[in-house]
């Protein structure tokens, strides 16, 4: 049986729960669909220091669960599941609603839905990464880069982002290091003028990463080892740091053909709003944003479309 809901919101990162702790003040009676990752992006994190409000580093789960709590708290339903097909096309055979279908084979209606699903960093797919992650390793300048004063550091990529994140990064750190596998970058010409000159920084054209070096106890990157890329030839860097930015994924794939979405998938949505095209489908956080990707800033917009859902919903 299908079952119907005024409100569903898809994914329970820091715009689902801001969007759920709003639409469930505003008794709109909120289903979360929270994903395989419960929690979203900041469950594998370590301390989180620029969630406002909290003057002690506060950890990225303790964060999620305490927005988990507050959602909780004003009556959100919570349902462990994963959203794997939509049909926004409002067809009257189904009485002009929003449908969906979770994993578990339940059905669901809807008068409107917040999309929340996130996007997903890109990583390298070595062991050493994954090993590293979150002590030394990764894919959040804005996030970590305070963590790297007078340090040296790696940044893997030759996009716009990892030429941002490299400039970004000689506020704190003492060098940094640019490894791109190609013999020149993606990057806009302006940010390569200000990447080149920059002083702090080294560019190490034509090889990959094979390996973070690192150790284990404590747990702390120690340098990189990288392979050129024709030769094969080996060279070791010594480094406090490596941060990976070679793009990242929303979680859109679900919604293909169902929504407007740019050549990467990030969501479209109208300017200062959280509403797309579909009347009644409204998206938040990092699956409409590729430029702040942060949880206050995903936050504010679950807040956005909560209050627009509202809105929507009230005539
Ligand atoms: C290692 C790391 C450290 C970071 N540190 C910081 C920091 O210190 N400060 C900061 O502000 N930001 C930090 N960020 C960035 C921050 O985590 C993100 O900007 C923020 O989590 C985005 O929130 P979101 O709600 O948009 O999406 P996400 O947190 O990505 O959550 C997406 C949710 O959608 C769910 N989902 C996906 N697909 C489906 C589906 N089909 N059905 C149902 N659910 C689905 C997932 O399970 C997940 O719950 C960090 C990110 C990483 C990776």
Redesign the pocket.
């Known amino acids: 049986m299908v079952q119907h809901h005024r409100v569903i919101i898809?994914?329970?990162?820091?715009?689902?729960y801001s969007a759920a702790i709003y639409a469930a003040r505003a008794n709109l009676a909120p289903v979360m669909?929270?994903?395989?990752?419960?929690?979203?992006?900041?469950m594998?994190?370590t301390d989180?220091?620029?969630?406002p409000g909290f003057v002690d580093a506060i950890t990225?789960p303790e964060l999620m669960e305490a927005m988990r709590g507050q959602a909780e708290r004003f009556g959100t339903l919570m349902i462990d599941d994963?959203?794997?097909r939509v049909d926004f096309s409002r067809l009257e055979s189904n009485g002009g609603k929003l449908l969906l279908w979770a994993d578990s084979g339940d059905e669901y209606s809807a008068d409107a839905v917040i999309i929340?699903?996130?996007?997903?960093?890109r990583w390298l797919g070595i062991e050493s990464e994954v090993r590293l992650?979150?002590f030394g390793v990764?894919?959040?300048a804005t996030?970590?880069g305070f963590f790297f004063k007078n340090k040296r550091v790696a940044v893997i990529g030759g996009g716009n982002s990892a030429v941002e994140e490299a400039i970004f990064l000689t506020q704190f750190a003492r060098k940094v290091t640019v490894v791109h596998r190609r013999d020149s970058f993606r990057a806009e010409k302006i940010l390569q003028d200000r990447l080149f000159a920059n002083p702090k920084v080294e560019v190490i054209w034509n090889h990959r990463v094979l390996e973070i070096l690192g150790t284990d106890d404590p747990k702390s990157v120690t340098g990189l080892r990288l392979a050129e890329v024709a030769s094969g030839a080996e060279q070791q860097i010594e480094l406090d740091g490596v941060f990976v930015a070679i793009g990242h994924t929303p979680?859109t794939a679900?919604f293909k053909d169902h929504l407007p979405m740019d050549a990467d998938g990030y969501l479209i949505t109208r300017a200062d709003s959280t509403a797309t095209e579909i009347a009644g489908v409204f998206a938040?956080?990092?699956?409409k944003d590729r430029v702040y990707?942060?949880?206050?800033?995903?936050a504010g917009m679950?807040c956005m479309a909560a209050l627009e859902v509202g809105h929507y919903l009230n005539g």
């Open positions: 898809i994914g329970s990162g820091p715009a689902g669909i929270a994903g395989m990752e419960p929690g979203g992006q900041l594998v994190t989180v220091e620029n969630y990225g994963m959203v794997t929340a699903t996130g996007a997903q960093a992650r979150g990764s894919a959040c996030c970590d979680a679900v938040a956080g990092d699956v990707r942060q949880a206050v800033t995903a679950g």
